[in-house]
């Protein structure tokens, strides 16, 4: 293809959105967005994915897309005297090769979070692993959103004195622009414990106790209490945070969002009171809806105000241009705006800066996280343990043999058929840990480790009490909702499948696989009508045997245990639990440090490497 006419594509698609390479959405059924009184847009663990997802049609318009997006909802909201805030509950960085692979690693995240006008923000716990991208929070997205940035359980060390104080405000109270509707919000972040040693996450607990938290629940003067943070909705945090707020004030209605476990999900607490889940990755924008709530206006007449009642609805949005401009009701000339589309461009600049097209390989077939069962020949799970553990580990001397165990939280996100480029190595594994190891354990123990991290016992006690999940987060969400698993008919949970919705007959040729929500208000809570995707338990840890197979008549006597680095700690712990006694000074770090990410991306450069300008 000429330069010339690569550029003129380029600009003719640019100018509708959405980024150069992703594909154009697909037409499907939809359903309306419940417009109401006080509205919601919602993001959360966007993981860095401001391009959108350039290999899948459902999820393929990016930022620039939402700027758009969001005005003319905002513009419908001024027209009509109704109100329409957004809101980001964390995560924003850490996933994705735009932030991964720059230098320095926020370089060009925070520009482009700072272009939505974002009304109530907070920090993730991704934020706050590393002490640098915690001060980025602190120099860079709590000044870009002065005011709507809240961290009712976080304090920083600031960078510039060296004094502990609050990230940000603890809460704030505010009216909405049109209808003014009195809003108390706070902002708050699960009891996270593997920050750096520059943040602290005050315990829930101990956050409802204090004096400024007790203080501002005694304001009669409110309509609506709103309650947004990198909390799953179903964890104990919430329903602390809701016990607590509703001792307080017995009527007032409460709203919460939440995130963390990257899935959709909408919890009814009670009938003035909900909370919604917005999915992960820019694959859903999250929308809710409340009516019926009172407003200062009408505080003079209690009589009309006793006629309402409060009402709540959600939806979620399938992150694409069709939904979008179905939406706004408006076309491909219509829906984009100017500061969209120079958005839109900026990421394009940034993701060609970054050379995220170049190819390592082809991947010859689609790998799964959760659509396949493990192990599968088309599970991701599988591939490590079968192939690339087992053909790029060496154990720490020739004649040795080894064991590699890995969580299953490493891996973020599937390998479609087709190019294997930089950007999907960093969607697959953006972490920068490497492997460690531990030589000459007796492999009669060392071969105990698997069952010890992946079944019941005090290995999964001790983590649970520690909060610390090995798996991807859906499917740690997934452990608290088995419903989640029904749709991928697995052997190990044989649930019913769910009864066709009235809705669906007839059309059911024309569905193509996406999200099918089933939440605490029913079936219908996505706004494209998919069918179902299979979703299969993942466990734990995997483990490659490096020099023997564990198939065969005779084992090793000793062997090395090697390890992704972020587990340490449970491999300690586990070998102490089998009687084998060894501290963190017996273990070496494998290859130089050498990143399981780049483990990866050489076994792909020297087994899918194809010469030709295609892939096949
Ligand atoms: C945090 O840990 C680093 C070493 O890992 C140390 O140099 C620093 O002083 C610690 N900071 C605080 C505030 O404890
Ligand atoms: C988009 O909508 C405008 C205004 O309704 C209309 O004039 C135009 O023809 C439409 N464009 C397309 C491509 O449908
Ligand atoms: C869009 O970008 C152009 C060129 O950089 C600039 O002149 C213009 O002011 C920008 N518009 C908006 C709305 O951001
Ligand atoms: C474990 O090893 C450490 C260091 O070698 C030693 O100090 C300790 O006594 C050992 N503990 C047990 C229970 O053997």
């Not at 059309?507 to 939440?519: A, C, N, S």
Request: proline letters at 5%; aromatic letters at 12%.
């Amino acid at each position: 293809m000429s330069r010339n006419l690569l550029v003129s594509l380029i600009l003719v698609h640019g100018t509708f959105g959405a980024q150069p390479s992703a594909p154009a959405p697909k037409a499907a059924p939809l359903r309306e967005l419940p417009w109401a009184q006080l509205n919601f847009l919602h993001t959360t663990d966007i993981h860095g994915w401001w391009g959108g997802h350039v290999q899948e049609a459902s999820f393929s318009a990016d930022w620039g897309d939402y700027i758009s997006f969001a005005k003319h909802l905002r513009d419908r909201a001024d027209a009509e005297g109704s109100d329409l805030l957004l809101i980001d509950t964390g995560d924003r960085i850490e996933g994705n090769a735009i932030y991964d692979s720059s230098k320095p690693r926020g370089k060009f995240t925070y520009e482009i979070a700072k272009k939505q006008n974002i009304d109530l923000i907070c920090s993730g716990n991704h934020e706050l692993y590393k002490a640098e991208s915690a001060d980025g929070e602190f120099l860079h997205t709590v000044p870009d959103f002065k005011g709507n940035y809240l961290a009712s359980n976080l304090d920083i060390i600031n960078p510039e004195n060296g004094q502990r104080q609050p990230l940000a405000p603890r809460y704030k109270k505010f009216k909405t622009k049109n209808q003014g509707i009195r809003i108390l919000a706070f902002g708050f972040i699960f009891d996270f414990t593997g920050n750096d040693n520059n943040t602290f996450v005050i315990p829930v607990e101990q956050t409802v106790k204090e004096a400024w938290f007790r203080d501002a629940l005694k304001d009669k003067d409110i309509d609506l209490v709103l309650v947004y943070g990198h909390v799953d909705v179903r964890s104990a945090e919430y329903a602390l945070l809701y016990k607590t707020i509703r001792s307080a004030q017995w009527d007032t209605p409460i709203q919460f969002f939440g995130g963390h476990s990257h899935i959709r999900d909408y919890k009814i607490f009670d009938s003035a009171s909900v909370a919604l889940e917005s999915g992960r990755y820019m694959e859903t924008i999250g929308f809710m809806s409340i009516s019926g709530l009172r407003t200062a206006s009408f505080d003079k007449s209690p009589a009309q105000q006793q006629k309402t009642k409060v009402s709540f609805s959600r939806r979620y949005i399938d992150n694409n241009l069709f939904s979008m401009h179905h939406h706004t009701d408006r076309n491909k000339t219509t829906f984009p705006t100017e500061h969209g589309l120079n958005v839109t461009s900026a990421i394009g600049d940034a993701r060609e800066s970054l050379g995220l097209g170049e190819r390592y390989g082809c991947a010859p077939h689609d790998l799964w996280v959760s659509r396949r069962p493990y192990p599968h020949e088309e599970s991701i799970f599988t591939w490590l343990d079968t192939q690339v553990l087992p053909q790029s580990i060496k154990p720490s001397e020739e004649d040795k043999k080894a064991i590699v165990i890995t969580n299953t939280g490493g891996i973020r996100f599937d390998v479609f058929k087709g190019p294997f480029t930089k950007d999907t190595k960093f969607l697959v594994s953006p972490f920068t840990s490497g492997l460690r190891y531990i030589k000459d354990v007796p492999y009669k123990s060392a071969s105990q480790l698997i069952k010890l991290l992946n079944n019941e016992g005090p290995i999964l006690d001790a983590m649970r009490g520690g909060n610390t999940y090995l798996q991807p987060p859906e499917h740690v969400a997934a452990q608290y909702r088995p419903e989640l698993y029904a749709a991928g008919q697995s052997q190990e949970l044989s649930y019913a499948a769910h009864e066709q919705t009235p809705l669906l007959v007839g059309l059911k040729d024309e569905l193509f696989p996406g999200y099918t929500t089933h939440d605490d208000a029913g079936k219908d809570g996505d706004d494209t009508i998919h069918s179902a995707i299979p979703f299969y338990q993942v466990p734990n840890c995997v483990q490659a045997s490096i020099g023997f197979d564990t198939n065969d008549e005779e084992m090793p006597g000793v062997v090395d245990v090697m390890y992704n680095e972020f587990i340490e700690k449970w491999m300690l712990l586990g070998l102490g639990y089998l009687g084998e006694n060894f501290t963190s000074d017996d273990t070496h770090s494998y290859a130089d440090g050498k990143s399981f990410t780049n483990i990866m991306t050489d076994w792909v450069k020297e087994h899918w490497n194809v010469a030709s300008e295609e892939c096949p």
